[in-house]
């Protein structure tokens, strides 16, 4: 099974930019479609943005579109999420995950989670 591990969260201001990485191991990436998705407090986890395991096809969900950009290097086992003019309301719990399909984008389609990892952006 392929275990994620999810770096680059923080604190940052409104405007701001992180980029967040995905480490993989044990299996590579290159077998999953690949996904970050984001917790709230008192919200549903929503798929923020994914990429199909051939790469040719991306999703965001519209809040992010033109702001955040989901990328795969398969030759470092590494999925990243590169998030620009952030926003208070991005502010959630991020989460990497993997998926058995060639394409995914519902949280019961993903089968592997990362821990997570904090973004907070002050206003």
């Known amino acids: 099974q392929v275990q994620l591990v999810e770096s680059g969260g923080g604190l940052v201001q409104a405007g701001g930019s992180l980029r967040l990485s995905c480490a993989a191991s044990?299996?590579?990436?290159?077998?999953?479609?690949m996904g970050w998705f984001r917790q709230a407090p008192g919200k549903e986890r929503e798929c923020v943005a994914a990429?199909?395991?051939?790469?040719?096809?991306?999703y965001y969900t519209n809040s992010v579109k033109g702001r955040f950009t989901i990328s795969r290097d398969n030759a470092k086992n590494t999925v990243y999420l590169q998030m620009n003019s952030l926003k208070p309301e991005d502010t959630a719990v991020y989460y990497c995950?993997?998926?058995?399909?060639?394409?995914?984008?519902?949280?019961?389609?993903?089968?592997?989670w990362g821990q997570g990892t904090q973004v907070t952006v002050s206003s």
């Open positions: 995950a993997a998926a058995n399909y060639m394409e995914a984008t519902r949280p019961d389609e993903y089968g592997y």
């Open positions: 044990r299996r590579t990436i290159s077998s999953y479609a």
């Open positions: 990429v199909s395991r051939s790469t040719s096809k991306t």
